[in-house]
């Protein structure tokens, strides 16, 4: 159970990427629309895209941290069962 919570919140850092990417995108198409110049989108599409792989660079972090804490754990209980 533990595994499906897991990935499935994986996959919604995932669709919060895409979803996120579109609407960074529909941004800097709207600013280029409203300003005509370039300086504005492509501002919008550098801090949108930082904005967001950072956001799921540190979720993906944490989803390692449990992971890695859950086989320490596991292991650590291994060898006090053997012992």
């Known amino acids: 159970m533990q595994k499906f919570f897991v990935?499935?919140?994986?996959?919604?850092?995932?669709?919060g990427v895409v979803v996120g990417a579109i609407f960074v995108v529909i941004g800097a198409i709207s600013a280029f629309a409203q300003t005509g110049n370039l300086f504005a989108p492509i501002a919008m599409l550098g801090v949108g895209f930082v904005g967001i792989v950072g956001g799921a660079g540190t979720l993906y972090v944490l989803l390692g941290i449990y992971d890695s804490t859950r086989a320490t754990y596991e292991l650590l209980?291994?060898?006090?069962?053997?012992?």
């Not at 990935?7 to 669709?15: D, E, G, K, P, T």
């Not at 209980?77 to 012992?83: G, S």
């Open 77 to 83: 209980a291994e060898q006090a069962r053997q012992k």
């Open 7 to 15: 990935s499935s919140f994986a996959m919604l850092i995932n669709i």
